[in-house]
C-alpha cells in the first residue's frame, strides 16, 4: 500500500506566525513529516494538523486539495482530512 502523502499542497507561503498559508504546518512540521517513516505515524500527523488547521481557522481550501492529492496518489485519504471536506 502507498504511503500517506505530505499534507503540503504546494502552496508554500509562511506567514501567519510561521504557518504555511496553504496546509497550516510550520517549518519545523515539514522536516518532522518527511522523517516519519511508519504510515500510522503519517496518519496520525495528518490528524493532528487538521485539528491544527481547525484551531488557527481559514484553512477549509486545504482539505479538497488533499483529497484530490491522495486520488491522485491512489491512496485512501485520512478519516480526518475526509471529515474536514
Avoid at 51 to 61: D, E, I, K, P
Wanted: charged residues 25%; positive net charge.
Amino acid at each position: 500500500m502507498a504511503k500517506t502523502p505530505s499534507p503540503c499542497i504546494d502552496v508554500c507561503k509562511f506567514k501567519r506566525g510561521g504557518h504555511c498559508i496553504g496546509c497550516s504546518m510550520t517549518k519545523a512540521q515539514k522536516s518532522l513529516f518527511k522523517q516519519l517513516k511508519k504510515n500510522k505515524h503519517r496518519e496520525a500527523f495528518v490528524e493532528m494538523l487538521v485539528g491544527q488547521q481547525s484551531q488557527l481557522g481559514r484553512y477549509a481550501h486545504w482539505a479538497p486539495a488533499y483529497l484530490r492529492k491522495c486520488l491522485k496518489k491512489k491512496v485512501k485519504p485520512v478519516d480526518a482530512a475526509r471529515n474536514a471536506a
